[in-house]
């Protein structure tokens, strides 16, 4: 399995202010995904990034508010725009496994937005 | 399109009972499906995975699920509870073609009870 790694692992941001997220890993993958988990919730998909196009956005979810960089195989980033407090959750990043549609997934940075 | 169901937010069982979480799935196409568990303050981390060979899953830390079609199951069980089992668990479900993406069931706390 891959080795994930986040930065921030968390953050305390004031509102209308930005945040970048990073998520770097230790090997080649074409697909990176990034998911919301709100307080207690179980995980929402917000986009996936595969290197060298625009990332794939879903319903709900828009560019303007959370863009994504896909520089290259091995890293990402999520911005979380124009924040407020409803954006206050974990995100995590995470990479396709060896067939199979599996993932493996970063330890998650958690974001309290005041 | 897939979505998976998972019966009791929150169980609880004695150290050394049956670990039982339920999880039922709905696919229009043979699904993949996926149990994840997720520490306090950490990200998810697979448990195991069925991907249409043996019914009957092991996956780490003593967890194995069966996959039943009749039932349009997956449930996750463990012989014997142990403290360090207390987690969030998901169960996730995707289509059998590669690169889809996984839809994620709401969770089941797992609290141990020594």
């Known amino acids: 399995s891959a080795v994930i790694s986040q930065k921030p692992s968390r953050d305390i941001c004031q509102r209308g202010t930005s945040l970048t997220i990073q998520c770097q890993v230790d090997s080649q993958v074409t697909m990176m995904f990034w998911y919301r988990q709100q307080p207690g919730q179980s995980l929402t998909l917000i986009a996936t990034?595969?290197?060298?196009?625009?990332?794939?956005?879903e319903s709900g979810f828009v560019i303007d508010k959370f863009p994504i960089s896909r520089p290259n195989l091995t890293f990402s980033t999520l911005t979380v725009s124009n924040m407020s407090p409803e954006d206050s959750s974990i995100y995590l990043c995470?990479?396709?496994?060896?067939?199979?549609?599996?993932?493996?997934f970063g330890p998650g940075t958690r974001l309290t937005v005041t | 399109a897939q979505s998976v169901t998972q019966l009791g937010s929150h169980v609880s069982v004695s150290e050394g009972a049956l670990v039982l979480l339920r999880c039922n799935y709905s696919s229009s196409v043979p699904p993949y499906l996926f149990w994840y568990v997720q520490y306090p303050n950490q990200g998810l981390q697979l448990l195991l995975k069925?991907?249409?060979?043996?019914?009957l899953v092991k996956g780490i830390n003593g967890f194995e699920a069966e996959f039943k079609k009749s039932e349009t199951s997956f449930h996750l069980t463990k012989p014997s509870a142990h403290m360090s089992d207390a987690a969030e668990y998901f169960c996730a479900v995707s289509g059998n073609f590669g690169n889809e993406k996984l839809t994620f069931g709401t969770g089941t706390r797992l609290t141990i009870i020594p």
């Open positions: 990034a595969n290197q060298g196009s625009e990332a794939t956005y």
């Open positions: 069925y991907t249409s060979a043996a019914t």
């Open positions: 995470s990479v396709e496994g060896r067939g199979s549609n599996e993932q493996y």
